[in-house]
């Protein structure tokens, strides 16, 4: 197997790091970051604006711990208020666990699931799966799209959706796309119909000991569609 396939995408950096290179004896910095990045990685560093590349790759097994870590914090950042505390504080840590041993075991099937990463200067910034045999009814199933807070609002959500579509086969590109997200995650429902999503479904789901959530469904006629007016990357070889 040759070596895993790469895109950059150049975006702007989390306002904090530019706040921080402002000051005068933040500028030698700039240099020095130079010299710590890896080439390729960082183009170019001003005072008053940062440009940063993300790399965006395909997940291996040794990146279980980081997507695991990346999918709990987001998750009881994003669920709080939405899902009870216990449940984020106690029970979903080890779900998250369990599931990304699961998929991750034996590295990524590109039949039966795509999971697609980006990366700023060796960070994990965000991750996206898609699921080819779940729910098949309503098409592909995106099941996860998660982005470390830093790195939101600068389009690495986008760029997670299209480099990973761009990596199906012409027969999955064709199919539709759908995903699930709660009736009260509203930030999330914004994106997605922004997106064009088209809501097929509102359904109820019963967790025990806990009351009931209510779901809608997000659905899009195909993955082309899903990525219409996305960034469109183009992988290194």
């Not at 008053?48 to 990146?63: F, L, W």
């Not at 759908?178 to 009260?184: N, Y």
């Not at 009931?212 to 992988?235: C, G």
Request: charged share 25%; aromatic share 8%.
């Amino acid at each position: 197997m040759g070596p895993t396939p790469r895109i950059t995408r150049s975006l702007s950096a989390p306002r904090q790091s530019r706040a921080m290179l402002k000051s005068p004896d933040l500028q030698r910095c700039a240099s020095d970051w130079h010299k710590r990045v890896p080439s390729g990685i960082l183009q170019g560093i001003e005072v008053e604006r940062v440009g940063i590349e993300i790399a965006i790759r395909d997940a291996t097994p040794d990146d279980r711990e980081a997507i695991t870590s990346l999918h709990v914090r987001v998750s009881k950042r994003a669920y709080a208020g939405m899902l009870p505390a216990d449940y984020l504080a106690e029970i979903m840590p080890d779900e998250k666990t369990r599931l990304w041993e699961k998929r991750l075991s034996q590295g990524s099937d590109p039949e039966r699931l795509r999971v697609t990463l980006a990366h700023f200067d060796n960070e994990l910034a965000g991750f996206s799966c898609f699921l080819f045999d779940h729910e098949t009814q309503f098409g592909t199933y995106l099941h996860n799209l998660y982005v470390d807070p830093a790195y939101q609002g600068k389009g690495v959500a986008r760029s997670l959706l299209s480099a990973g579509i761009q990596r199906f086969s012409p027969q999955q590109r064709n199919r539709p796309v759908h995903l699930l997200t709660l009736a009260d995650n509203h930030p999330a429902r914004r994106f997605y119909e922004k997106l064009n999503g088209q809501i097929v479904e509102e359904k109820r789901s019963v967790m025990a000991s806990y009351p009931d959530l209510i779901f809608v469904r997000y659905q899009w006629r195909s993955a082309h569609e899903l990525t219409a007016t996305n960034f469109n990357p183009v992988w290194d070889s």
